[in-house]
Nanobody, 127 residues
């Protein structure tokens, strides 16, 4: 079992930056692909970014490409989401997730492929 705890959310003005962190428990974190998803009020959860177990492969939603960067530090059992040039439409609860199929070369982007989820952190971008 893996427990995930997100942090770093908050209120920021449009054009600003935030860095989200997701701390994971367990000794197998370093073998899991990790994903970031978000859900805005009244909308479905959507994929934001993902990173392979080694960090060698990343993927992004078109809406955040060039503005967001996903990274990880396996020694610290932590995955990050650096968010720059934030827009009001980025407002949502952000969740990190772990795929327990170990050592996958490419991180999945479908939420159903992830097995463990954090409780989420709120990001609000004001115009």
């Amino acid at each position: 079992q893996v427990q995930l705890v997100e942090s770093g959310g908050g209120l920021v003005q449009a054009g600003g930056s935030l860095k989200l962190s997701c701390a994971a428990s367990g000794r197998t974190f370093g073998s899991y692909a990790m994903g970031w998803f978000r859900q805005a009020p009244g909308k479905e959860r959507e994929f934001v970014a993902a990173i392979s177990w080694s960090g060698g492969s990343t993927s992004y939603a078109d809406s955040v490409k060039g503005r967001f960067t996903v990274s990880r530090d396996n020694a610290k059992n932590t995955v990050y989401l650096q968010m720059n040039s934030l827009k009001p439409e980025d407002t949502a609860v952000y969740y990190c997730a772990a795929d327990k199929r170990r050592y996958r070369k490419y991180p999945p982007y479908a939420g159903v492929e992830y097995d463990y989820w954090g409780q989420g952190t709120q990001v609000t971008v004001s115009s």
